[in-house]
């Protein structure tokens, strides 16, 4: 079994900076501690850090867990805000109750906050996001225009679009993660629209390297193991494009699921390939490696079995496979056929 990693997998700057962040917050709070100047300071991070859950058990069980609301936070605690960002009119809350902000937000999107923050208040157009509303970014982004975003995740949403909204001024952004097709065609039909309208591709590039080597290596695997949180805005986006190369595509969480559903469906002839989201640390796509890399290892060893030399004397149990004038042959999970002569039978 041949196991090829993408090349372009797991942890994007981004994701990687904000846990680096939420780790040097606890080393610094365990030196004072050590030190005895105890930082009795609370610390939260504004909703999972991560959509990975071995990342945020292990910061909740060091003193930092999450808290899905400002109001959650106690006065005079820390804040973690995550990668994804928050709105503008969360940042003011923490500050007017004395709640240090502890900034990990991507600075691709700080960027995005800054392009629609200018495109509404000095410019007064009207901002259209390219993205999953659900999604927490994207949430993030249109709080930074007063909530007033046109928000479309499909091409259903541009038609409702065109029904609402003549020829105005239109700044159009994207989310971070989203695939850079869906950015195009929106981009495409709303052109043909609306004459006065600017779009800013901000779909971070990391996410586009990491999408075309997924789809580079689904092409040429017989089964694609795409590796995330079940939450991961991403990880859901690098399983489409697997899924449309490689219909054997499978979406795992860790290396658990593959040993308890998967392992039966690994052989020795298959190519099997690793891509995994943004929110994938490396040591999870190791452990994933190793479990298939077992996988091959038990195989082999197996192989190996059949491979030695019966010993004389030694009681084995097969199966008659033939039977001819002479001889019985009998299959003994060897590398060579029995053959008991009829005189000896």
Not at 189 to 196: D, E, M
Not at 213 to 239: I, P, W
Not at 304 to 314: M, R, Y
Request: charge should be neutral; proline fraction near 3%; include cysteine.
């Amino acid at each position: 079994m041949k196991i090829e990693i993408a090349k372009n997998a797991g942890f994007c700057f981004g994701v990687d900076r904000a846990v680096k962040i939420a780790y040097d917050c606890i080393s610094e709070k365990d030196k004072l501690s050590q030190n005895n100047l105890a930082d009795d300071s609370l610390i939260y991070t504004y909703g999972m850090l991560i959509h990975n859950t071995d990342v945020t058990n292990d910061l909740a069980k060091k003193g930092i867990s999450a808290i899905e609301k400002p109001c959650d936070a106690p006065f005079g605690s820390r804040v973690i805000i995550r990668a994804h960002g928050v709105p503008k009119s969360d940042i003011e809350y923490f500050k007017k109750n004395n709640i240090k902000l502890i900034d990990a937000t991507c600075p691709f999107v700080k960027k995005i906050h800054k392009i629609v923050l200018d495109e509404y208040i000095n410019k007064g157009r009207t901002i259209v996001i390219v993205g999953n509303p659900e999604h927490p970014e994207v949430i993030g982004i249109n709080g930074w225009c007063n909530n007033s975003a046109i928000i479309i995740s499909d091409e259903n949403d541009i038609n409702d679009m065109l029904l609402k909204l003549k020829d105005i001024p239109i700044s159009v952004v994207a989310q971070t993660t989203i695939r850079r097709q869906l950015f195009k065609k929106v981009e495409e039909i709303l052109k043909k629209h609306f004459t006065n309208a600017d779009f800013f591709d901000t779909i971070c590039s990391a996410t586009s390297e990491r999408q075309k080597s997924a789809a580079e290596l689904a092409a040429r695997v017989d089964m694609m193991f795409v590796v995330g949180g079940k939450n991961s805005s991403n990880t859901l986006k690098l399983y489409e494009v697997c899924k449309e190369l490689c219909e054997n595509t499978v979406h795992v969480e860790n290396s658990k699921i593959i040993k308890k559903q998967y392992n039966n469906l690994l052989n020795k002839k298959m190519k099997v390939g690793i891509t995994a989201g943004a929110s994938t640390p490396e040591s999870v796509i190791k452990e994933v490696y190793l479990t298939m890399a077992e996988n091959e290892m038990n195989f082999a060893e197996a192989l190996e079995e059949t491979l030695k030399p019966l010993k004389s004397g030694e009681v084995v149990k097969g199966v008659v496979i033939g039977i001819t004038p002479t001889e019985v042959q009998v299959d003994i999970g060897s590398k060579y056929d029995g053959v008991i002569p009829f005189d000896e039978h």
